[in-house]
C-alpha cells in the first residue's frame, strides 16, 4: 500500500480543465489505456479485458454499417462511442458531449493505416417485416443452414461444438455469443442484428450473409435469434446520465437503473444495479442492489472470492479515464467488501486440509502486516466499507486508518444484495470526495461477484454518471 495523498497532489492538472480538448488528448486522457497511444490495441489495460481492445492502426472494425472489409462510417464510429459496446469492457462516452465524442471520433480515423478510399457507404436497411410464427420457424431452418450451431449452439447459448476453438484475427481466443442473455456489441435491435447479419464482423470468424442468404432470409433469421432470448430486467440509465440526490430518506430516493458491463466473460453477467442516493443535509446515503443468487462472503481458499462493490468519485470534478483515474484527475473510491461484515472468521473456518499458521492474537507483532495497521490484516472493521485513492492503474492506495470515515453496510436477502455506504457530506480528509448542495459530482459504480471469481480488475462496471445533491 502507498502512503497517502496530499492536497497539493490531488489538485495538480485542475487549472488545466478549462481548456477545449482536442482529439488527441481525448484519446489519450480516455482512450490510449486499453487502445494504446497509436491506437495498436496495447494498451496497460488490455491485458485485464476480455475481449482485447480494437488495433485501430488495422481499419478492422467489428460494428459497421457497412459492407464486409469497407470502414465503418464517421457516423459508426460515433454511435459505437456513445452507446459502448454491451458485452465487452468499451463503455458508454455519452457522457462527453458531442463536439468531443466528434473530435474522438476524428482522431481514431486518422490512426487507421489504410490507403486512401473512398468515403463509405452505409448499406440500406429497409423497414423490418412483423414478427410471425412462419417467420421465426423459417429462421430456425436457416440457423440450421447456415451451420449456426457449430459456434453459437444448439439452443443459441454460445456452447457449440466449434465454441472453445474459436480465435479473432489477432489470434486471441475469442467467446461466441451467447443469444439467450440478449447482449450483443452493436447493440439489441432487430435492425442492429440484421446489419451484424448482412456485413459480419471484421477480425472475427462472424462471416457476412449478405451474398448466401436474401434481404428477407436475414430477417427471418434475426426474428429466430431474437426468440431465444431469455427475458431479463432491462436497466435504462436516467435522462442525461444525471443521478439525484434526494432529500430526504433513502427509501424515498428515486430508483436509477444503472447498466453494467462485465470487463470478463462469465455465464450470467450482471447487467444493471438500483441505486438510490439521499441525504439531510449532513449526511450522504446510497444505496445500490443488484442480483446475486448465492452470496460470497470468504476469500481464503484458492478458489474462493468475496462478493463486493465500488463507488468512484472524480476529485478534480473531471471526466477522468474510468479505470481509476489519471496523475491529473485523482479518484476517491469507497470500497464495500462482502467479508469485512464483522469479525474475520474465515481463517478459522476454513477447510481442515487448509494449512495455516497460527500466532498468538494477544501479540500483533508476530503478524506482521496487521502490526503495521494493513486494514486487509485487521480483525476486525469499524466499517466494511475501505476509503481509497488512486491516480491510475497500480497506484489504489488505501487512507490511513484514522481517515477510513466512510460507514456501511450490506444485507443479502432472497437473491440480492442491498448495500448502504454513508458518510458525512465534508470530510477534514485531502483525499475525500466532499459533497456541495447544487453542484454535480461525476460518479461511477463496479460490482464483484464472488460465484464468478469475479476480482481486481475482473468485475462488472459502469460509466461516468452525474450525481447532484439537492438543496
Not at 21 to 35: E, I, R, S, V
Not at 127 to 156: N, R, W
Not at 165 to 174: H, M, N, Q
Not at 352 to 359: A, F, G
Request: net charge neutral.
Amino acid at each position: 500500500m502507498r502512503s497517502g495523498y496530499t492536497l497539493a497532489a490531488l489538485l495538480v492538472g485542475a487549472s488545466s480543465l478549462w481548456a477545449a480538448p482536442t482529439g488527441q488528448q481525448l484519446y489519450t486522457q480516455h482512450c490510449a489505456a486499453c487502445h494504446g497511444p497509436h491506437g495498436a490495441g496495447d494498451g496497460p489495460a488490455a491485458r485485464y479485458v476480455y475481449p482485447k481492445p480494437r488495433d485501430f492502426t488495422r481499419g478492422t472494425f467489428k460494428v459497421r454499417s457497412t459492407p464486409d472489409g469497407v470502414l465503418p462510417t464517421t457516423d459508426d464510429l460515433l454511435t459505437t462511442i456513445t452507446r459502448g459496446m454491451p458485452g465487452s469492457a468499451m463503455p458508454s462516452f455519452a457522457y462527453l458531449s458531442e463536439l468531443d465524442r466528434q473530435a474522438l471520433v476524428a482522431h481514431v480515423q486518422s490512426l487507421v493505416k489504410r490507403p486512401a478510399e473512398a468515403p463509405p457507404t452505409p448499406i440500406a436497411v429497409g423497414d423490418a417485416p412483423p414478427v410471425t410464427p412462419a417467420s421465426i420457424a423459417t429462421g430456425k431452418q436457416l440457423y440450421a443452414k447456415m451451420q449456426c450451431f457449430k459456434c453459437h449452439g444448439e439452443t443459441g447459448k454460445g456452447d457449440g461444438p466449434s465454441a472453445a476453438a474459436l480465435k479473432d484475427s489477432w489470434d486471441y481466443p475469442i467467446k461466441v455469443r451467447d443469444f439467450t442473455t440478449g447482449i450483443y456489441l452493436g447493440g439489441p435491435t432487430d435492425r442492429d442484428l440484421y446489419l451484424r447479419f448482412t456485413t459480419g464482423m471484421s477480425g472475427t470468424p462472424m462471416p457476412s450473409y449478405q451474398e448466401q442468404l436474401t434481404d428477407e432470409q436475414r430477417w427471418q433469421l434475426v426474428h429466430y435469434v431474437q426468440s431465444l432470448r431469455v427475458p431479463h430486467e432491462e436497466f435504462i440509465p436516467p435522462k442525461d446520465n444525471l443521478i439525484i440526490a434526494h432529500r430526504g430518506t433513502i427509501e424515498s430516493a428515486l430508483d436509477n437503473q444503472i447498466p453494467v458491463m462485465a470487463l470478463w466473460p462469465c455465464p450470467h453477467p450482471l447487467v444493471g444495479v438500483h441505486v438510490r442516493v439521499a441525504h439531510d443535509g449532513k449526511q450522504l446515503t446510497i444505496a445500490l442492489e443488484w442480483e446475486s443468487p448465492a452470496p460470497s462472503h470468504a476469500a481464503v481458499g484458492q478458489q474462493q472470492f468475496r462478493d463486493g462493490a465500488a463507488i468512484q468519485f472524480s476529485l478534480t470534478g473531471a471526466y477522468t479515464f474510468l479505470g481509476m483515474g489519471d496523475k491529473d484527475n485523482p479518484v476517491n473510491v469507497w470500497h464495500w467488501k462482502s467479508d469485512w461484515q464483522g469479525a474475520r472468521t474465515d481463517v478459522d473456518t476454513a477447510p481442515s486440509n487448509l494449512r495455516v499458521d497460527m500466532y498468538p492474537r494477544t501479540e500483533p507483532i508476530f503478524i506482521t502486516a496487521r502490526a503495521a495497521g494493513n486494514l486487509i490484516a485487521a480483525e476486525t472493521h469499524k466499517s466494511p466499507v475501505e476509503d481509497l485513492n488512486a491516480i491510475g492503474f497500480s497506484s489504489l492506495t488505501s487512507q490511513p486508518a484514522a481517515q477510513q470515515n466512510v460507514a456501511g453496510k450490506g444485507v443479502w436477502k432472497d437473491g440480492k444484495w442491498r448495500v448502504e455506504f454513508m458518510r458525512d457530506l465534508t470530510s477534514p480528509d485531502a483525499g475525500d470526495q466532499q459533497f456541495k448542495l447544487g453542484e454535480t459530482i461525476p460518479i461511477s459504480f463496479a460490482v464483484w461477484a464472488g460465484e464468478h471469481g469475479d476480482r481486481n480488475g475482473q468485475k462488472a462496471v459502469s460509466t461516468w454518471f452525474k450525481l447532484k445533491l439537492e438543496k
